[in-house]
């Protein structure tokens, strides 16, 4: 990396403020001065700062200036956040009585790197420069790891993100204290993570940091078999694109505002990690504070690829077995299309399923609805109750099967049912 480069890529032109509001004594810090130096780039600003006094005070008159957001993350800590329209900016009292001895209580090297934004100097004093080119995640001390142990997966997510390597003491050091993780609140695991999960590429660290012990607590019934399956999910992924680039669009998006969770392969990897009886699958998920909707639609994907294993011969299903198959996994079929080829199943074996998910008139995939429990009690007089969803089910069948097609066969069909079962 060249040094006029990267001091360039540090300056606060970019900066939803004016340098001349921070003190002479305020250096940038941490993973933006890291990423700045790879010539990393985001759309949204990340900044953190360290002062040796008055934190929360120059970052009280920054959010006033600017009519920004602000909040203090940590009166004790003295440590408070201005949140502007593309940026978050972060400041610090300085930890010890200087900036080195700040910089020597971090987690890693490549994060203890400090930039004065006035001045232009860098404050490298673990040598982080050094292990950025040899693209290397090394501790500062097993003790900073220690102090906060969510560290120990961070390291993990952070070589997946960086594409760079955990040097061996540093392994070594975190495969040591990895029982600590579980002291570590569930919803920081969790966060790290769906960061793992979602990275294409990250799957051989997260398959390390499971190795390494840091998530058998918390995700216990992995087995050989199954983290190879995972492994193998982006390839799979990129398989399915290669043949249909509809589905292979659909694996890049991001489904937050949609379907509520972040991406469909992190489903599927997540999948890998657990056991295959929903209902112990779910108690681990609950005990990592995953949402509602993320636990739902995992347990979805377990359940649809249960009804695989008992009905192998994919080429060989009927409409009315594509049909519970897509009743059960929905929307979702992406993630367990993933997994079925990670786990070997050709692509031309499971073209039949693909091709109903991407038509949107296959009635298997994408049933009509004809009518509701509503019409039942209104057109036949049926009473609430089971009867009304067992018809229901009987007339989504027929319609999938071809053998009824607009509102008034499936009433007929309706009462001929009803009138069968009384």
């Not at 930890?95 to 890693?108: I, K």
């Not at 969803?389 to 009987?394: F, P, R």
Request: aromatic fraction near 6%.
């Amino acid at each position: 990396m060249k040094q006029g480069e990267s001091i360039r890529a540090l300056g606060p032109e970019t900066w939803p403020f004016s340098v001349e509001m921070l003190p002479a004594d305020a250096y940038l810090v941490g993973g933006s001065v890291r990423d700045a130096l790879l010539e990393r780039q985001s759309p949204y600003l990340d900044l953190d700062f360290v002062l040796p006094g008055y934190a929360i005070k120059i970052a009280k008159q920054i959010a006033d200036r600017y009519k920004a957001g602000f909040v203090v993350l940590d009166d004790e800590r003295k440590i408070a956040r201005v949140v502007f329209p593309h940026a978050t900016v972060d400041f610090a009292k300085q930890e010890g009585m200087t900036l080195e001895a700040d910089l020597q209580r971090r987690d890693f090297t490549i994060n203890a790197i400090a930039y004065h934004p006035k001045t232009g100097q860098i404050v490298d004093p673990l040598n982080g420069r050094e292990d950025l080119q040899n693209r290397t995640i090394r501790m500062i001390s097993p003790t900073n790891l220690a102090d906060d142990p969510l560290r120990l997966l961070r390291g993990y997510r952070q070589a997946a993100q960086l594409g760079f390597t955990l040097e061996p003491q540093t392994q070594a050091a975190i495969r040591q204290l990895a029982p600590l993780l579980r002291q570590v609140a569930a919803e920081r695991v969790n966060t790290e993570l769906w960061y793992l999960l979602n990275r294409r590429g990250g799957s051989a660290h997260l398959v390390a940091a499971w190795e390494d012990g840091l998530l058998r607590y918390w995700l216990p019934d992995a087995t050989k078999d199954s983290l190879a399956i995972l492994t193998r999910i982006d390839e799979a992924a990129m398989q399915l694109g290669g043949k249909w680039p509809q589905l292979g669009e659909e694996f890049l998006l991001d489904l937050r505002a949609t379907l509520r969770i972040s991406g469909y392969l992190g489903i599927a990897k997540l999948v890998c990690l657990l056991p295959l009886e929903p209902g112990k699958a779910e108690a681990q998920l609950m005990r990592l504070k995953l949402s509602r909707v993320e636990i739902k639609a995992t347990i979805q994907v377990i359940k649809s690829w249960q009804l695989i294993h008992q009905q192998p011969e994919l080429t060989d299903w009927t409409v009315r077995s594509h049909y519970f198959l897509f009743r059960q996994v929905g929307s979702l079929f992406p993630s367990l299309a993933a997994m079925a080829i990670a786990s070997g199943i050709s692509l031309e074996t499971l073209s039949n399923a693909v091709e109903r998910y991407l038509n949107p008139e296959d009635l298997a995939a994408h049933p009509k609805v004809l009518i509701t429990g509503t019409d039942l009690m209104d057109e036949l007089g049926i009473p609430r109750g089971p009867q009304i969803g067992e018809i229901l089910n009987q007339i989504q069948l027929a319609t999938v099967e071809g053998e009824i097609s607009t509102r008034e066969e499936a009433i007929a069909l309706a009462d001929e049912i009803r009138r069968s079962i009384r």
